[in-house]
């Protein structure tokens, strides 16, 4: 066995492990929070701020 | 004085609409810079020579400079429409708000696809070039590569679940060293620092245009590799703190530095390697620049190259992965596809169901498909794309003229760049059609089977109401 042969190795587990770190995560989040929390993203979010912020101070743009 | 701050945290100012957990705006133009020629650079380290095995190093040089104008159209087209619509999804989101519901369907599967495409290609090249490494130090026998393509995939979606500003920075300095490399083999080899070692006289002599006109025609299809992905640019829209001003200069640089790279690409390898060996891209030089840098003589190029070549790889991978994650969690968000997709990490801001979710797909393709068609439906994919950005502005203009909305960017010389996009697609097409007619033809068909699918079962699931989310005035016309 040389070197490149420990490298595959250590590519397997590492991939492994990073794999298992998101799978974690993934699950303890979903757990944690409520869908309502984690699917609240609305687009057009920046828009919506300034144009609140526009009609609040009557600027125009 | 505003009452919120988008910088914030805990609370981003999204307040608004009802978000309570969104993308974060920490981005600024040199990320979105590295997110476009990240994507693109590996064209330049491998892939584009294709285009000189199909009619020679004229016809590359050629297919260099008219994908170099086909892809400026994108740019400029691309910077204007995403100054204005600045959401996550790109060109996607511009197509819901600017087209239709089934234009938007398509779309944005063109960039999930052409994205997961490439980072499985990029994933297999990466694997390749670990053995390459592993023959070269004296490794005896096959080394296995599947390891090495699962690592690199694993690795960098780790990356993106994590976060965008450490993902993106990760790429503006390996994108930012294989560009460097790019320039200091030009500088070695071109006789601006020591001798020259180009011959493109002798080279050239009787083999000019090898395959005549057609030749030319052909070369087209792999022109598109010098600046393939440059367009994904527009899928940081809704993480950069300034969309208006970063977006358009972020990917005008982008296409600056590109045409750059791929000008000097094509001028150090012609003039080094014969026409046959640089235009067969399997048997013959898999990696140009890095086979340059041999020729040179140096170690140091040597180096320099081959690690260019490696963080070329990995950051079109990483680009990759950022985009196509942000495409899906913008379909899912507005119900184009399940709306558990449209879910973002409330620690680290990402939307971290997409980014897995595209992890299986993208090892299937990587380690169970040919390069060769894996590429090729990347690119496929990315060509229809870029067939509905010149609609897509000729009808944003039409429906909101230049005094309506402001914009973040207004393009010159409409609708010439429109127009010129859409020819060069055309020609584009009919050169793919030569080599790949059959898969162009499945791809379509796919495209027709799915827009049949969303038309008759899935838009009945969409946000209808919440899906145009632009304060935009009423399109002129309706």
Not at chain 2, 26 to 36: C, D, E, F, I, R
Not at chain 2, 207 to 218: N, R, S
Not at chain 2, 418 to 432: H, R, S
Request: charged share 10%; aromatic share 14%.
């Amino acid at each position: 066995m040389d070197l490149w042969n420990w490298l595959e190795y250590g590519a397997w587990a590492l991939s492994a492990l990073l794999g298992l770190h998101m799978a974690f995560d993934w699950l303890k989040t979903d757990s944690t929070y409520s869908e309502d929390v984690l699917t609240s993203s609305r687009e057009g979010e920046l828009e919506a701020m300034a144009e609140e912020h526009a009609e609040k101070h009557g600027v125009r743009s | 004085m505003s009452d919120f701050d988008i910088t914030s945290q805990t609370m981003d100012g999204m307040g608004p609409h009802g978000t309570k957990v969104g993308l974060l705006r920490v981005l600024g133009p040199a990320h979105v810079w590295a997110l476009g020629v990240g994507i693109v650079l590996v064209g330049e380290y491998m892939g584009w020579n294709f285009a000189v095995g199909k009619g020679g190093a004229y016809a590359a040089l050629i297919a260099c400079w008219f994908a170099g104008i086909l892809y400026s159209c994108v740019a400029m087209i691309d910077s204007e429409v995403t100054s204005t619509v600045a959401s996550a999804g790109g060109q996607y989101t511009q197509a819901k708000h600017i087209v239709g519901p089934l234009m938007a369907f398509n779309v944005g599967l063109y960039l999930v696809f052409a994205y997961t495409m490439l980072e499985a290609a990029n994933a297999i090249t990466a694997g390749y070039l670990f053995s390459v490494v592993a023959t070269m130090s004296g490794h005896t026998g096959e080394l296995d590569q599947r390891p090495f393509i699962i690592l690199v995939i694993m690795f960098l979606a780790w990356l993106n679940y994590r976060g965008v500003l450490a993902t993106l920075t990760f790429n503006l300095v390996i994108t930012s060293i294989a560009f460097c490399a790019i320039l200091v083999l030009f500088l070695s080899t071109s006789g601006i620092l020591g001798e020259s070692i180009l011959e493109h006289a002798a080279l050239f002599e009787g083999h000019e245009l090898p395959y005549g006109w057609i030749g030319v025609l052909a070369a087209m299809h792999f022109g598109l590799w010098y600046y393939l992905g440059i367009e994904g640019t527009t899928q940081a829209a809704e993480e950069v703190r300034s969309p208006a001003r970063s977006l358009p200069f972020g990917t005008l640089a982008g296409i600056m530095t590109l045409l750059i790279a791929a000008t000097l690409t094509w001028f150090m390898c012609s003039g080094v390697l014969p026409w046959e060996y640089l235009g067969d891209g399997v048997n013959g030089s898999v990696a140009p620049l890095f086979d340059t840098a041999r020729l040179s003589g140096s170690t140091a190029l040597v180096w320099l190259l081959g690690f260019g070549t490696l963080f070329a790889t990995l950051a079109s991978a990483n680009g990759c992965i950022n985009d196509a994650s942000r495409a899906w969690f913008a379909m899912g968000r507005d119900k184009y596809l399940p709306g558990w997709f449209g879910a973002v990490h409330p620690r680290y801001r990402t939307p971290y169901r997409s980014i897995i979710f595209l992890v299986p797909i993208a090892l299937i393709f990587a380690l169970g498909a040919p390069l060769d068609q894996v590429i090729t439906f990347s690119i496929l994919s990315g060509l229809l794309g870029y067939t509905f950005m010149p609609l897509n502005i000729i009808l944003f203009r039409r429906k909101w003229p230049l005094e309506t909305i402001k914009r973040g960017y207004e393009h010159p010389f409409h609708p010439i760049p429109a127009i010129t996009l859409l020819t060069l697609c055309g020609v584009t097409f009919f050169a793919v059609f030569l080599g790949y007619g059959t898969q162009l033809v499945a791809m379509i068909g796919f495209y027709i089977v799915v827009s049949l699918w969303f038309h008759f079962w899935r838009y009945r699931f969409v946000n209808r109401g919440a899906q145009f989310t632009m304060p935009w005035p009423k399109p002129r016309g309706y």
